[in-house]
């Protein structure tokens, strides 16, 4: 059923002629900027319906014309994808589908990323730790086959080289290039976790993110960021103390979906403060903004 609101401001946006629309893509690779502008700003105007007739020039044999429809729809669609994720962010619940979640955060910034492709990489990577784990594993047994698999097999690995790469918080970039931060590789340790029913949760310790196996039998604390390192409690107070910020108990409690997604924000809210791109802070801080309600 489409909402009364869609309707008017359906028929508020005017319908463009084929004559109309190749007078724009004209204008849109003219030599002048002033003029490139002006062009973008009067196509922007027919809100996301353009992007429809504009793809096609998309693969232009003018250089700059491609480029130029190209950034026009782009801009488009992660318009459309940060309208997603902000609906996401504001009416979602506490445990809110963390994968959903971090799919639709992606898509923020590539918004032509092929997600399910992405999760039937996980669903693979979850079937063939199935295969390797018996049904009457001990915990540890379990975990340490799940590094082997995950960070000696896989390759995945701690970006130690370039800790503040925002890329290192896009999951999809993270599963290309096998390379993350601390909370986007316990993301791959949450997700597969998941599809394998085991009982693991993200841990948001001050300055770092760690994940947690525990049954009634059982807890042991996993640094995805280095390696899968298995810790007991007594580790993470260590680490506590050692880096400053003093033993709470609360620290070591389990992050809800809600959280870890808005510190997922904060950490690339800081790298695009530090690195100047001030739209893409804005950007964060707005989903910060949502997320904290």
């Not at 059982?218 to 400053?244: N, P, V, W």
Request: net charge neutral; proline share 5%.
């Amino acid at each position: 059923m489409v909402h009364a609101d869609a309707t008017v401001a359906a028929q508020q946006t005017p319908t463009l002629s084929e004559s109309q629309k190749a007078a724009l893509v004209n204008l849109l690779s003219d030599d002048d900027p002033a003029i490139y502008q002006t062009i973008r700003s009067k196509i922007l105007s027919y809100g996301p319906t353009v992007s429809a007739w504009l793809r096609p020039h998309t693969f232009s044999p003018d250089p700059v014309l491609r480029r130029r429809a190209q950034e026009i729809v782009q801009h488009l669609a992660r318009q459309d994808a940060d309208n997603r994720f902000l609906a996401f962010c504001l009416h979602e619940a506490e445990g809110l589908d963390l994968e959903a979640g971090i799919w639709l955060l992606c898509q923020t910034q590539y918004p032509d990323i092929n997600v399910a492709a992405y999760q039937a990489l996980l669903d693979s990577y979850a079937a063939d730790l199935r295969e390797r784990i018996g049904l009457t594993a001990g915990a540890e047994k379990i975990l340490n086959t799940i590094n082997d698999y995950v960070f000696t097999q896989l390759g995945y690995e701690g970006n130690e080289a370039n800790y503040y790469d925002p890329e290192n918080s896009y999951l999809n970039r993270v599963m290309d290039r096998r390379t993350g931060n601390p909370i986007s590789l316990c993301g791959i340790y949450l997700l597969v976790g998941r599809r394998l029913r085991l009982p693991i949760a993200g841990i948001g310790l001050p300055g770092h993110f760690l994940c947690r196996f525990q049954t009634p039998k059982d807890e042991i604390f996993i640094d995805a960021f280095h390696k899968g390192r298995l810790m007991t409690k007594g580790d993470c107070i260590k680490y506590l103390l050692q880096s400053g910020h003093g033993y709470d108990e609360s620290h070591l409690a389990p992050v809800t979906p809600r959280r870890t997604l808005l510190r997922i924000c904060s950490n690339l809210h800081k790298i695009y403060v530090d690195l100047e791109l001030v739209a893409e802070a804005s950007r964060m801080q707005r989903y910060m903004v949502a997320l904290a309600k």
